[in-house]
């Protein structure tokens, strides 16, 4: 079927509120749960706002995630860069992505995200303190919540943290990069980076962290020395801007919101799911997964075509009426234990993300020990002199100065 | 009530065992274990629950 793109509505758009989806997204989710968009390349894809159908799209193993398929849509033109293609775990389909995730498991499970809270928490008061002692005004995003996810990815994969100002900018200069060439420099930088980084491990047969158990597993089939700087890759970019910048707009959002704020340092036992209410208002992704169908697929009266592309929402299907009543609200109480993990922040299916339990504890001891030590915080500027990520999908702020 | 987890499925990302952690744990390997294969009938609610929250569809309630 030919769709006549021009009078679709544009994808993405940018948000006016920085924790709330943008109003074009809020009509569309008024309108159903599946819609056609209209990408920068003049291609459409199907854009989807239903939680319920959401979760069975990226559930369902005829959808894929290989990027390197001709049809898989093009969101922005960064992901025309050759890095991009073959990206781990998240651009592979079963069984390769099976085998990879597995080889992971170990260093992500609760046990082992629990043995690192200690640290964390500790690493949170050393930046309280570095933050006190320099005085007001201080840029929150750099001096702590950039600092916080970037050190502990770094110590979980044995990356030197003095090199953190290379692969923090570097991370950036590949997120937000405007163009394909821009992507593919600053991605074959971080590339030739851990190439180095995993030469030296295998020479000196280094025990000091996940890339260095996996190069002592690298076997030329399971896992080529190709698939293990993927991997790194991945890791070490996935791990920080994500949750630095989830920190950063978290902060933003309870600020507006400081009867929320006082329920969640009032009781301990609420911050798990407080935490997972911020991460459901925020959205810091703005996306599930995107994804290509391999056939034609029915779903509540929509038929997806062999070939069509499919972007879930995690801003939409968060606000889901029949899963979030009043779904603009932020409500820190709105749902009681895990009931609070169904939001789609972190995706759903088999590539739901790998470090969310990570993730969540760096969130939990992040807001805890920032309002616990500086109970006065506020922004430094006019709310409306921040300045917000602008034209892609991953929100963020550039900087966030504040003051106690 | 009977429980089963399909661990060739199982994708670590332990909401089995936050959420019903005397059912469920998760293995040295990160993958899920069943601790309690016929849980008590006041665990329905959160054993379901993980069904439910289980991304990659391992949970399974048998006779709920
Ligand atoms: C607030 C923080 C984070 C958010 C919102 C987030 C979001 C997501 C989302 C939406 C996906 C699924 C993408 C898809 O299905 O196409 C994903 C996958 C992934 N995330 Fe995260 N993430 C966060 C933190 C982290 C951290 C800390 C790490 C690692 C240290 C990480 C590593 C990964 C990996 C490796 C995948 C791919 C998993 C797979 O394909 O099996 N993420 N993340
Ligand atoms: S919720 Fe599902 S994927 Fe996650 S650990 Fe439990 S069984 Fe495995």
Redesign the interface.
């Known amino acids: 079927m030919t769709v006549d793109t021009a009078l679709l509505p544009s994808y993405p758009q940018d948000r006016k509120c920085p924790y709330q989806p943008s109003p074009g997204y809020q009509e569309l989710g008024g309108e159903g749960p599946l819609h056609r968009v209209r990408l920068f390349d003049g291609k459409w894809l199907w854009l989807v706002t239903g939680h319920s159908q959401g979760r069975r799209l990226l559930a369902d193993p005829r959808m894929s995630a290989d990027r390197s398929r001709a049809d898989f849509p093009v969101v922005l033109p960064r992901f025309e860069a050759p890095i991009f293609k073959p990206l781990a775990l998240i651009g592979f389909d079963p069984p390769t992505h099976s085998v990879h995730r597995r080889l992971l498991a170990p260093d992500f499970s609760l046990k082992h995200v629990r043995a690192l809270r200690a640290d964390v928490t500790a690493l949170a008061h050393r930046l309280i303190d570095r933050i006190t002692a320099k005085g007001a005004p201080a840029d929150l995003l750099n001096d702590y919540a950039l600092p916080i996810p970037s050190m502990v990815v770094s110590e979980l994969l044995g990356v030197p943290y003095d090199d953190h100002e290379f692969f923090e900018a570097r991370t950036v200069d590949l997120l937000q990069a405007k163009s394909p060439e821009g992507a593919e420099a600053a991605g074959q930088a971080l590339w030739d980076y851990l190439d180095r980084l995993i030469t030296a491990k295998e020479r000196d047969a280094a025990d000091d962290g996940v890339i260095s158990r996996l190069a002592s597993r690298v076997d030329g089939v399971d896992l080529t020395r190709d698939d293990l700087l993927r991997i790194a890759l991945a890791l070490l970019i996935g791990g920080h801007d994500t949750t630095s910048q989830m920190i950063a707009m978290g902060v933003v959002t309870l600020l507006e919101h400081p009867d929320q704020l006082d329920l969640l340092l009032a009781d301990a036992d609420l911050v798990p799911a407080a935490v997972d209410e911020l991460l459901r208002v925020v959205s810091v992704t703005d996306v599930s997964g995107v994804r290509v169908a391999l056939e034609d697929i029915e779903i509540d009266g929509y038929t997806v075509r062999k070939g069509e592309g499919v972007l879930v929402s995690s801003s939409m299907t968060n606000r889901d009426p029949e899963v979030y009543p009043d779904p603009y609200r932020v409500d820190v109480r709105r749902t009681a234990g895990s009931a609070s993990r169904q939001h789609m922040t972190f995706g759903f299916g088999i590539h739901q993300c790998l470090g969310q339990n990570l993730a969540r504890m760096e969130l939990e001891v992040a807001f805890t020990v920032l309002f616990e030590r500086l109970p006065t915080l506020r922004l430094a500027v006019p709310r409306a002199d921040l300045a917000f990520r602008k034209g892609g999908t991953m929100q963020g702020v550039h900087t966030l100065p504040v003051a106690w | 009530m009977k429980v089963t987890a399909d661990r060739t499925r199982c994708?670590?990302?332990?909401?089995c065992?936050?959420?019903a952690p005397d059912v469920f744990d998760?293995a040295?390997?990160?993958?899920v274990t069943v601790t309690d294969p016929t849980p008590p009938d006041p665990a329905r609610a959160?054993v379901l629950?993980a069904e439910?929250?289980c991304?990659?569809?391992a949970v399974t309630v048998h006779d709920a």
């Open positions: 994708m670590a990302a332990g909401h065992a936050v959420t998760q040295d390997d990160g993958l959160d629950l439910r929250l991304p990659s569809r």
